[in-house]
């Protein structure tokens, strides 16, 4: 783990701003004084009993926490719900179906879109033709599946009919789909022929063909036709969606689920090579996510919502998809990137569809301020009334940026802090009533309750760095790691004896409002998405010239982190552009595009500790050009020396 105070590692410079909600916004919010957090503060278990009532239970929960088996907490014991049933009937029963709840621009700018009463057929129908190629309550689907409204209904469908649903980021590589199936154990693979990205297509059923005969529980394929793209069909394991989309149409009553039945595995990156199968459970997710969804993006029932996430990953899954329909909100979805084919490509969508509620990345939010002021202000902003931000820490300077050219000064920014673990928003300011800091998270949502610790696990004093740590269990925290209730238990809650750590470091200030600094742990965060530095290193050794690697992040401007590896070669290979390339190039294989390492560079030794620990915090240091911090424990300084040289040689 990380020291954050190591010099250099997380720089606090802020120059502390204060903005105050108000005017118009607060007037017409949900929220417009304190008293969420008074309620919630007062009886944060009474609070959530009350926010499970707008969920609708087909049996109603017993008790709300069941703490009995900590760390594998229960919420909701007792009771029975189906979570698509409350993202879809209630709102077709109940005045909404002629509705929008989904409306798609294709990069295209083809567009379709599907009220509640439609996305609920098409729901029905794909779970009616899941169940007839044999899958069951309690079986693991996967989904691979570019940014398209099949993807939020296959994921829909699995929850009707209790299927567990895997969703792999599209933009992942068929190495990394492979150990994502093997690891569920999935029966089911929905896919689709490509995608499309920026104008060129991409091929997802092809690549994907590489790897399956390798997958043994896997028995169909399911392929959406998008771009025409060739590829082998497999008699008897291959149908198209559309094929069994005509052929099914009975009604699909969705399976009665246990609140801690599972509705996903979504897998993320840990500090080891092999990523964690973080598993949801259905009641307190569903709680957890529709309570924040309307709370923090004060959900308004014309409101146009646009949260620019792909479902591969967690934000997809709770802020496009179940908590949002579960609020009956209309959901906004573009398949392609934000420079495509024009870098105003957001700002036309937004001007287009009426955009009111806009959540995406300071990643995102960084270029946009590199590609300049002109491009949003010659689009009609002004349908917007709230910003979000999330994945990684927000620099002020975005913040503002934010605030200024796209919010037009009037929209309030919410920077929300959440993991995939904690499948809601934790941190987070209410847009009607908390005063924003540009940087700043701000306070704990209502009826959560977080803080940082030394070391040792003590408070950590006003404005000192430490860890973050969640102190009591919150609705939609997730059940375990799939098949590894160790590794959940050793990861997460031992760490510091009764709390729940996150990984990221942390100062509190003397308002008590929250600065995440990042991860502490071996974790990068590129561009918003998490990677393991170990995941890099073992797909870097996986190539035969490697024989050890190294990998760290380096600050990157736009990206957050930027991949920087250093590898030693065996006998026999010699460094040079070609293996350069070809090293990145098996890096993309194995995980994909995303984990792409910036650069490169090869060293004749790596530091290590005298037990043979390799030092990265060294090379760190190395590559944010620094002075070293402490070397006594270093082996051979002399192989820091060369390193060093070496880096700093154009
Ligand atoms: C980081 C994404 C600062 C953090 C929802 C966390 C943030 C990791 C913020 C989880 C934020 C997320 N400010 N850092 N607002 N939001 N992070 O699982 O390091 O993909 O631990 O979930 O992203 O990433 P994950």
Redesign the pocket.
């Known amino acids: 783990m990380k020291n954050p105070d190591e010099p250099g590692v997380f720089e606090k410079s802020i120059e502390e701003k204060v903005i105050h909600p108000g005017g118009d916004f607060t007037a017409q919010s949900l929220v417009k004084d304190d008293y969420l957090y008074a309620l919630a503060a007062k009886d944060p278990l009474a609070f959530w009993a009350g926010m499970a009532e707008s969920i609708n239970w087909s049996k109603r929960w017993e008790q709300v926490l069941d703490g009995s088996g900590a760390p594998f907490y229960r919420w909701f014991t007792g009771g029975e719900l189906n979570a698509s049933a409350n993202c879809l009937d209630r709102h077709v029963l109940g005045g909404r179906k002629d509705k929008a709840a989904l409306i798609f621009e294709g990069e295209n700018g083809e567009r379709v879109s599907f009220t509640y009463a439609e996305l609920h057929k098409e729901v029905e129908r794909l779970g009616c033709a899941l169940r007839k190629l044999g899958v069951k309550k309690g079986d693991g689907v996967t989904i691979w599946m570019p940014m398209i409204p099949e993807g939020i209904i296959a994921m829909l469908a699995c929850a009707r009919i209790g299927a567990v649903h895997s969703v792999v980021f599209g933009g992942f590589s068929a190495e990394a789909l492979k150990t994502r199936i093997l690891d569920a154990g999935s029966k089911v693979l929905i896919t689709a022929d490509g995608s499309f990205r920026r104008g060129k297509k991409m091929p997802l059923k092809s690549e994907a063909d590489r790897v399956l005969p390798e997958c043994p529980t896997l028995e169909k394929v399911v392929i959406v036709e998008r771009t025409a793209l060739p590829y082998q069909r497999v008699e008897g394991r291959d149908v198209l969606y559309r094929q069994i989309m005509a052929e099914a149409g009975d009604p699909c009553p969705p399976e009665t689920m246990k609140a801690d039945d599972p509705l996903f595995i979504l897998y ?1 990156s840990g500090t080891t090579g092999k990523p964690k199968g973080i598993l949801h459970g259905t009641g307190g997710y569903m709680v957890g996510v529709t309570t924040t969804f309307r709370y923090v993006f004060d959900y308004r029932e014309d409101d146009v919502y646009w949260c620019t996430a792909d479902i591969g ?3 997809g899954h709770s802020y496009i998809v179940y908590g949002p329909l579960s609020c009956g909100a209309t959901v906004f979805i573009y398949e392609g990137a934000p420079d495509y084919p024009a870098r105003d490509r957001f700002w036309e969508l937004i001007e287009k569809y009426k955009v009111t509620v806009f959540y995406t990345a ?1 990643t995102a939010i960084r270029s946009f301020m590199r590609w300049g002021d002109s491009l949003p202000a010659g689009r009609d902003l002004s349908s917007l009334r709230l910003l979000g ?6 620099n002020p300077e975005a913040w503002l940026w934010y605030h200024e050219i796209i919010g037009g000064g009037r929209c309030p920014v919410v ?7 904690t499948g809601m928003i934790i ?2 300011s209410l847009p009607g009533v908390t005063p924003m800091k540009p940087g700043s ?1 701000t306070r704990p949502f209502p009826g959560v309750e977080a803080g940082v610790v030394d070391e040792e696990g003590n408070p950590a004093a006003a404005n000192q760095k430490g860890y973050l740590v969640l102190k009591s269990p919150w609705p939609a925290m997730f059940n375990t790691l799939y098949r590894d209730d160790k590794r959940y238990r050793e990861a997460y809650w031992e760490q510091f004896p009764g709390l729940y750590f ?3 470091g942390a100062w509190r200030d003397e308002d008590g409002y929250f600065w ?1 600094m ?2 502490v742990d071996d ?1 990068l ?1 590129v561009s ?3 990677i393991g530095t170990m995941e890099v290193e073992s797909a870097l050794v996986d190539h035969p010239a490697v024989a050890e690697a190294a990998v760290i992040g380096k600050s990157h401007a736009i990206k957050g982190h930027a991949i920087i590896a250093f590898v030693t070669l065996r006998e026999g290979f010699a460094p040079g552009e070609p293996l350069l390339r070809e090293l990145k190039d098996h890096v993309v294989k194995k995980i994909g595009a995303l984990a792409r390492p910036e650069q490169i560079h090869f060293a004749s030794e790596l530091p290590k500790t005298r037990s043979g620990k390799i030092m990265r915090r060294l090379l760190r240091d190395i590559a944010e050009n620094r002075a070293l911090g402490d070397t006594t424990t270093l082996m051979d300084s002399q192989v820091v020396a060369s390193i060093r040289e070496k880096f700093s040689e154009p």
């Open positions: 993320s990953w967690i934000t300071p931000s999330v994945g990684e820490p927000i920077d929300t802090w959440w993991q995939t673990e941190i987070t998270a996150t990984g990221d995440i990042g991860r974790v965060n918003g998405h998490r």
